[in-house]
């Protein structure tokens, strides 16, 4: 069965420091992969999405990068962390045939200070 | 743009009345759409999707969802809520540009009193 993985479950920061957070999946090959943050009391904003290796679809314009140099591993980050980075992130796949239906990872508290 | 609206920031209710979660959506073809619930510093879960026929699909949990297509409504029900559905609850519409892209509302928070 499929799974998705990530990591840290939670994260404290300065402002400034760098960030990496990995994601990776099992049990599913080509998957599409999602980067979503979710700020305090908001709803869910779609960052990244990739449907193949070194394929990324950035949606929103941010201190923030992505990238999957892996068929199976996506990775957020950052080379300087804002105040306004603070926030869950959550990394979601979803198959390319009948790839409506989203799987999340259990997600990233970021706290940046 | 596609976008997705839920007016209700949060919704409160007793253990055992009814629910319903109001969802609008703008979509310029036949929309994908489904209900997503995430509980406290957890990930989602997918608890109903429509695609095509049936207006009023079943999902997990005993929720359903009907789809009105005249409105550009597919809002959440629960004849009978449980202390454990108290959650946050999303809804979302999935693009087909450039591959699935979901788009979600912000959430409606929902209390269960006891």
């Known amino acids: 069965s499929q799974t998705i993985h990530q990591w840290p479950a939670t994260l404290v920061q300065p402002v400034g420091s760098p960030l990496s957070l990995e994601c990776t999946v099992e049990?599913?090959?080509?998957?599409?992969l999602y980067w979503y943050r979710q700020a305090a009391g908001r709803g869910l904003q779609l960052l990244f999405y990739s449907v193949g290796i070194g394929q990324i679809s950035s949606e929103v314009p941010q201190n923030l990068s992505a990238s999957r140099p892996q068929d199976r591993q996506f990775i957020l980050s950052s080379k300087k962390l804002l105040l306004s980075d603070s926030g869950f992130y959550l990394c979601a796949w979803s198959a390319v045939v009948g790839g409506e239906k989203l799987f999340f990872g259990s997600g990233t508290q970021l706290s940046v200070l | 743009a596609q976008s997705v609206t839920q007016p209700d920031i949060h919704i409160t209710v007793s253990e055992g009345a009814s629910l319903e979660l109001r969802c609008n959506y703008s979509y310029g073809a036949t929309p994908y759409l489904f209900w997503y619930v995430q509980s406290p510093g957890q990930g989602l879960q997918l608890l109903l999707k429509?695609?095509?026929?049936?207006?009023l699909v079943q999902g997990i949990k005993g929720f359903e969802a009907e789809f009105k297509r005249s409105q550009s409504s597919f809002n959440l029900r629960k004849p009978s809520v449980h202390w454990s559905d108290a959650a946050e609850y999303f809804c979302a519409v999935v693009t087909l540009t450039g591959g699935f892209k979901t788009i979600f509302g912000a959430g409606t928070r929902l209390f269960v009193k006891a």
């Open positions: 429509y695609f095509s026929g049936d207006t």
């Open positions: 049990g599913t090959s080509n998957p599409n």
